[in-house]
Nanobody, 116 residues
Framework: QVQVEESGGGLVQAGGSLRLACAASGRIRSIPAMDWYRQAPGKQRELVAG???????KYADSVKGRFTISSDGDAMTVYLQMNDLKPEDTGVYYC??????????WGQGTQVTVSS
């Protein structure tokens, strides 16, 4: 199978930055596609950013210009650089990784809290 682990969350003041990491391991050699989601208390999980197998990068309108996806050289770690954070960015951030023929896999999430 594929193991997925998020890290990098924390508490930050509005206007600050955080970099989240999504590391995959197991039976894949690279991450062909993935999505970052977040879930705020009492709200549904929403798509924040991601990239497709065709290399198309997508961002939610609410984070465009502030968040950036990048990947490590080994293609098994994907980062989400989050700048100019706002209180409404608060939530648990999850990554959902395309495990190719194995299906998609979720991590356990990392908490991001932005204070005003």
């Amino acid at each position: 199978q594929v193991q997925v682990e998020e890290s990098g969350g924390g508490l930050v003041q509005a206007g600050g930055s955080l970099r989240l990491a999504c590391a995959a391991s197991g039976r894949i050699r690279s991450i062909p596609a993935m999505d970052w989601y977040r879930q705020a208390p009492g709200k549904q999980r929403e798509l924040v950013a991601g990239f497709t197998r065709g290399g198309v990068i997508k961002y939610a309108d609410s984070v465009k210009g502030r968040f950036t996806i990048s990947s490590d050289g080994d293609a098994m770690t994907v980062y989400l650089q989050m700048n100019d954070l706002k209180p409404e960015d608060t939530g648990v951030y999850y990554c959902n990784v395309d495990g190719d023929w194995l299906g998609w896999f979720w991590g356990q999430g990392t908490q991001v809290t932005v204070s005003s």
